[in-house]
T-cell receptor, first 114, second 111 residues
Framework: DSGVTQTPKHLITATGQRVTLRCSPR?????VYWYQQSLDQGLQFLIQ???????AKGNILERFSAQQFPDLHSELNLSSLELGDSALYFC?????????????FGQGTRLTVV | QQQVKQSPQSLIVQKGGIPIINCAYE??????FPWYQQFPGKGPALLIA?????SEKKEGRFTISFNKSAKQFSLHIMDSQPGDSATYFC??????????FGTGTSLTVIP
């Protein structure tokens, strides 16, 4: 168990809908990262937050947004969902902001868009 | 466009063998190269990482070899065990904290 908690574990929703994925980082970790893993795109970095502020942005679509709250948990919001958004979404957390600080991954949320 | 190219897609070795997974990149701005191990149903876990100022790094049975001029790096697993059966991802990162991942290699170690 990495100490990173993601909810829900599974989510099935229809095209056009909006969902929110939640991540609770390990105790003491200030950085939260979001990743998408799909069969056709592989593992892709989406976004990083550090202590409530956005620190790095990857291949995150405009339909997606994220935030990190004062208690350090993070949410990834996915809207106007398309079939191609079906994927595993991972959250990871680390103590520091630097990219060579080890990040620990949660078990992921499997999103299925039908 | 795949920023990091990884091969092979899958690999089967006998126990005790030395599987080698290769990655290549083009962007010379990359300066941090981690490898991740992922078991089914789990998130990736950092295995070992290297910066381009060294040509080799060992941690236990895992070794990264890095060739800066060729823009290639590889993972070697010494004395492989069935418990090493997993998917391995290489990645590259540059200033700004963005990470780019290879497509993954599924490794099976046969007892």
């Amino acid at each position: 168990d990495s100490g990173v908690t993601q909810t829900p574990k599974h989510l099935i929703t229809a095209t056009g809908q909006r969902v929110t994925l939640r991540c609770s980082p390990r105790s003491g970790d200030l950085s939260v990262y979001w990743y998408q893993q799909s069969l056709d795109q592989g593992l892709q970095f989406l976004i990083q937050y550090y202590n409530g502020e956005e620190r790095a942005k990857g291949n995150i679509l405009e339909r997606f947004s994220a935030q990190q709250f004062p208690d350090l948990h993070s949410e990834l919001n996915l809207s106007s969902l398309e079939l191609g958004d079906s994927a595993l979404y991972f959250c990871a957390s680390s103590v520091g902001v630097s990219r060579d600080t080890e990040a620990f991954f949660g078990q992921g949320t499997r999103l299925t868009v039908v | 466009q795949q920023q990091v190219k990884q091969s092979p897609q899958s690999l089967i070795v006998q126990k005790g063998g030395i599987p080698i997974i290769n990655c290549a990149y083009e962007n010379t701005a990359f300066d941090y190269f981690p490898w991740y191990q992922q078991f089914p149903g789990k998130g990736p876990a950092l295995l070992i990482a290297i910066r381009p100022d060294v040509s080799e790094k060992k941690e236990g049975r895992f070794t990264i070899s890095f060739n800066k001029s060729a823009k290639q790096f590889s993972l070697h697993i010494m004395d492989s065990q069935p418990g090493d059966s997993a998917t391995y991802f290489c990645a590259a990162s540059k200033a700004g904290n963005q990470f780019y991942f290879g497509t993954g290699t599924s490794l099976t170690v046969i007892p």
